[in-house]
């Protein structure tokens, strides 16, 4: 039984409504924020990646960028360039890329629901990143960039979403690259009680992107129940920002590796180990795998097929058949010698969003082999959640991503 509650929003005036949502924090570096906020002092990057305003010199992770974030997002409410709904409300959130459009209702989920594992998780989190967000949610006493959740779809609530589209209108519009992103404001009270009804009887909510974030947020929230023993439960410190998309409305795209070099093997050395566990062909031209258990290998200009041999991965583990568990456990481990994805600098990885061209570059430049792999499925991502168990680094890659500061959740 999940909790997804209406909160009272800090979101953009109608006036700086296409100036101030942005990326997410964690898509670019500090100097590519620097960068994208030039002429524009309302753009949210100056909340979410504070050191844009000051010192190159200054360690991101100094209470200095902290507090500037504090105060930069104080200096939009006080202006006026964020407002606060006057009542609890919840939010239709859609994005539509390439025709492609993915609709989530805005709300806050509860961190009871993640500590006894209603959400579920598919990752392990870094305790330096995980930190990092800790200390911006509890210095700005805020949640400014939203969890992105995903449910098995329920019928009922995707029926009242987009009767409400049809119905209402949008309060933001607007379009950054190649994502157009459009916003509703649902207040109506029994609108918002059947919603806040009909997730209860959802039985879980999974996190599709966000750990960090998500567990940052509940680590928040646990401090302030020891910070005020006396909790009723009801402070907006037990919840955190959230999007909750119904998993129809979601497309992982691939995430693709490119390695550095061939371990020592020539390159026929290196196809007779290959050929020992993936059937090998050659492609005549650039293109992505049709299929799962199976990946477009570049090397030397020309692109080849591997499909896994029967045998070589237990079909009934939802881990071990993963194609990513597939390439790491039967090539970059044992031939290529990437025994640790995370820690390796022998290897990278490519989000499907910059496309087969992205890893011809790298080839081309400072790598020497690439892998395109077929996109990890939502049923993946569940299935393994609901088992417990931990996707492999860099399985999954979700576009578009919602933007941060449409929303702001305050904790107090």
């Known amino acids: 039984m999940a909790v997804f509650k209406s909160f009272n929003a800090f979101r953009p005036a109608k006036e700086t409504g296409n100036l101030i949502p942005a990326l997410p924090y964690d898509v670019m570096n500090s100097e590519e924020a620097r960068e994208m906020v030039k002429g524009n002092p309302y753009s949210f990057l100056h909340v979410d990646k504070a050191e844009v305003d000051l010192s190159p010199d200054v360690d991101h992770y100094s209470p200095e960028v902290y507090l500037k974030a504090k105060e930069n997002l104080l200096s939009l409410e006080a202006s006026g360039a964020l407002i606060r709904d006057e009542k609890p409300c919840l939010y239709i959130y859609r994005q539509v890329m390439n025709g492609r459009s993915q609709t989530g209702l805005v709300g806050c989920a509860s961190i009871d629901d993640y500590l006894n594992n209603v959400i579920k998780k598919h990752e392990h989190t870094l305790a330096k990143k995980e930190q990092d967000r800790i200390n911006h949610v509890d210095y700005c006493d805020a949640n400014t ?32 690259d190649y994502v157009y992103h459009t916003v509703w404001l649902i207040d109506d009270d ?28 509940v680590k928040v929230g646990e401090k302030r129940r020891a910070q005020f023993p006396d909790y009723t439960g009801e402070e907006e410190f037990n919840f955190f920002l959230a999007i909750a998309y119904p998993d129809s409305e979601l497309e992982i795209m691939d995430y693709n590796r490119v390695v550095r070099d061939l371990n020592g093997y020539t390159f026929e050395g290196f196809i007779k180990k290959v050929s020992e566990k993936f059937d090998v062909s050659p492609l005549e031209k650039m293109q992505s795998p049709e299929r799962k258990h199976s990946f477009s290998m570049l090397y030397g ?112």
């Open 145 to 176: 960039g939203p969890i992105f959740l995903t449910y098995r779809e329920n019928k009922e609530i995707s029926g009242i979403i987009n009767s409400w589209i049809r119905t209402h209108s949008h309060i933001y519009d607007i379009k950054r």
């Open 190 to 217: 029994e609108t918002i009680k059947r919603l806040e009804k009909l997730f209860t009887g959802v039985s879980s909510l999974y996190i599709a992107d966000g750990h960090h974030r998500c567990a940052s947020a």
């Open 301 to 412: 200009g020309k692109w080849y097929c591997l499909t896994a041999k029967n045998g070589t991965f237990d079909e009934n583990n939802p881990v071990e058949q993963l194609d990513v568990s597939i390439l790491q456990n039967n090539l970059l481990s044992p031939i290529l010698g990437i025994e640790n994805p995370k820690t390796s600098d022998r290897i990278d990885f490519i989000g499907g969003i910059r496309g087969l061209k992205e890893l011809e570059r790298r080839v081309n430049d400072d790598m020497e082999l690439a892998f395109a792999m077929y996109p990890t499925t939502i049923d993946d991502l569940m299935s393994i959640a609901d088992a417990g168990e931990i996707m492999p680094p860099k399985s999954t890659w979700f576009e578009p991503k919602p933007l941060s500061g449409f929303f702001i959740h305050h904790l107090s």
